[in-house]
Every structure is written in C-alpha cells, then in structure tokens.
C-alpha cells in the first residue's frame, strides 16, 4: 500500500463530497469526538445541532477539528482533517447571511435537520442553533495499492 499527502484543493474536494464527519473537540484535556452532518462551503463547514455537551465544550475551547473519509474498491481510501474554530451564527442582526447560507447548503440533503434535533427520550428538549467551522488548516492522505497505478 502506498500513501500520498493529498494538497489543499484535493481536501477542498474531498470535504465539499462529503456530508458526514467527526467533529473532534475537547476540554480540560478530555477529548470528545461525535458524528455529525455538514455542508461546506468555502473555507467553512456548516452545521446545526441543539445545546448539549459538545456546544459547550466549544463555546469554552472553540479550537476543533472534523475529519471525514471516503473508501473506494481495492483499499482504496481518502480521509481529510480539516482544524478550525467554531463560531455560533446566532438569531440576531448580523448573522442573518451566514444563518441564510447554512440553511440553504444543509436543506440540500434530505431530514438534514433530523440527527441534530433529537435528544434521547425522556431528556428536556434544548434550544437548536446553526454553527460554522472556519478552516484554518488542511490535511489529507490518500492510500492506495501499487496495481491502483
Ligand atoms: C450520521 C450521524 C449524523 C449526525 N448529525 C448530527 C448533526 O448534524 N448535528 C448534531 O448535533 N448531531 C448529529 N448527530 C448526533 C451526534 O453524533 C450526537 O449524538 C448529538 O449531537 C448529541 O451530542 P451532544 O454532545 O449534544 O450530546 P448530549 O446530548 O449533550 O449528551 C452527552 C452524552 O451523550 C454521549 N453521546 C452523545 N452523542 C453520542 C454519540 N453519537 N455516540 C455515543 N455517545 C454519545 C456523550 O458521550 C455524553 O456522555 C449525528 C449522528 C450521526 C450518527
């Protein structure tokens, strides 16, 4: 098998294909990782989720990653970390754009709103938000088998 770094347009791609990945973030050195849905779009991904642990690990340490992956026949496979921070686009006056925008990239998928709006029952339902995370750094490797040449 044979891996290769794969560069920023090739991490591009690879994040604006996929929709799903792992939202890594921490606090007090305890790190937590939860799946989740997104769009990207630029130099960001946009999500929506309702309060709950992982909003506020990141409203205390907005320094998080995602990472996603895509595998292919042969061994083949793709995976991609983007770093970033987190930034809440919150219901008020000057968010209104970014709010727009993030709902007009997740309504793309169908039920996008569905796995960040359900709480296990019997829990109190929380106040939803939609968020972004600004990409400050890529990296990606791509694996693959000497015959895939
Ligand atoms: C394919 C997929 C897509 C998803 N998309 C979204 C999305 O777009 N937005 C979104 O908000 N959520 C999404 N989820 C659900 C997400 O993974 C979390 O379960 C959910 O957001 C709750 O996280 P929280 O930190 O608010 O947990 P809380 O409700 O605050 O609960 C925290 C506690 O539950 C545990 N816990 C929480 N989530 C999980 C989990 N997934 N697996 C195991 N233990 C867990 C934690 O370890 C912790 O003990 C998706 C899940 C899947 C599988």
Redesign the pocket.
């Known amino acids: 098998m044979l891996i290769t770094e794969m560069d920023k347009s090739q991490c591009m791609e690879l994040l604006r294909a996929s929709t799903?990945g792992r939202l890594g973030c921490s606090r007090d050195n305890q790190p937590?990782v939860?799946?989740?849905?997104?769009a990207a779009d630029g130099n960001n991904l946009y999500?929506?989720?309702?309060?709950?642990?992982?909003?506020?690990?990141m409203r205390d340490n907005p320094k998080v990653c995602v990472q996603t992956d895509q595998f292919q026949a042969g061994r083949e496979w793709r995976s991609v970390i983007a770093y970033g921070r987190f930034e809440e686009l919150p219901d008020r006056i000057g968010w209104k754009v970014q709010r727009e925008r993030a709902w007009a990239l997740l309504s793309k998928q169908a039920e996008?709103w569905e796995?960040?709006?359900v709480?296990?029952a019997g829990?109190v339902p929380?106040p939803h938000l939609f968020f972004r995370i600004v990409i400050d750094e890529v990296t990606g490797r791509h694996a693959f088998t000497d015959d895939q040449n």
């Open positions: 799903h937590y939860v799946p989740i849905t997104y999500s929506f989720s309702l309060t709950g642990q992982k909003v506020a690990w996008w796995p960040g709006s709480k296990p829990e929380a």
